[in-house]
């Protein structure tokens, strides 16, 4: 089955504690995406890559690593969390030929820092 | 600076009436416009799009609008349907060579049998 995969799902941490929400797609696609969503202010970039060893930032990357060392991995590292990256994070992939309305998008991860 | 405005933060309807969805953008090089639904504890997915060069997409019961002069987009269902009830974001993108995919803050429709 074709699906992205984030883990955890649900993480509560203290702030200044480094944590890493991986990404995994089976699909064997080129491009990869993180967005976060919070109430009013609805889905915000933060990086994506469009392909092994290349990352770029979205509307929103402060306080945010990346790294695609391999295709099918799209790891958000956040090594010092605040209170205000409290979030709902969400990873996507599509192929390098298909157009955004192939996007398929992860499940999500609540992340609430302390 | 949001560049793509959905300005309704909800919308109650009744079942087997009309839904209008609008969203509003700012940047001209916006090519491509795309609608998600949004269901809670589920990751978006994609339900309807339309290139900058065209006016109109349909697609079963929904059809998407887009008025480049007005820089205005509309999604419409019809008829509406309670499984319909979710979040609908609408985004833009860039001409080719960004990856960069604009959100606007989501609209939340509620159908009511």
């Known amino acids: 089955e074709a699906q992205v995969t984030q883990n955890p799902r649900y993480l509560i941490t203290v702030t200044g504690k480094k944590l890493t929400v991986t990404c995994s797609q089976n699909m064997n696609h080129e491009y990869m995406s993180w967005y976060r969503q919070d109430p009013g202010l609805g889905l915000r970039q933060i990086y994506y890559?469009?392909?092994?060893?290349?990352?770029d930032k979205g509307d929103v990357p402060e306080g945010y690593k990346v790294s695609r060392k391999e295709k099918r991995n799209f790891p958000l590292i956040l090594e010092s969390p605040s209170p205000n990256q409290t979030s709902l994070y969400f990873c996507?992939?599509?192929?390098?030929?298909?157009?955004?309305?192939?996007?398929?998008f992860g499940p999500g991860t609540r992340l609430t820092v302390t | 600076d949001q560049q793509v405005k959905q300005n309704s933060p909800s919308l109650s309807v009744q079942e087997g009436r009309i839904s209008i969805l609008n969203c509003d953008y700012t940047n001209s090089m916006f090519d491509y416009f795309l609608w998600y639904k949004k269901y809670p504890a589920e990751g978006p997915t994609f339900l309807i799009s339309?290139?900058?060069?065209?006016d109109k997409n349909e697609d079963g019961r929904f059809t998407v609008f887009l008025n480049k002069s007005a820089k205005h987009l509309s999604l419409h269902i019809v008829p509406s349907q309670p499984g319909d009830s979710a979040v609908y974001f609408c985004?833009?993108?860039?001409?080719?060579?960004?990856?960069?995919?604009?959100f606007g803050k989501g609209t939340k429709l509620t159908v009511n049998p």
């Open positions: 985004a833009a993108s860039v001409p080719r060579g960004s990856e960069k995919l604009v």
């Open positions: 996507a992939s599509r192929g390098g030929l298909a157009g955004f309305y192939e996007q398929y």
């Open positions: 339309i290139s900058s060069i065209k």
């Open positions: 890559s469009m392909n092994v060893e290349v990352t």
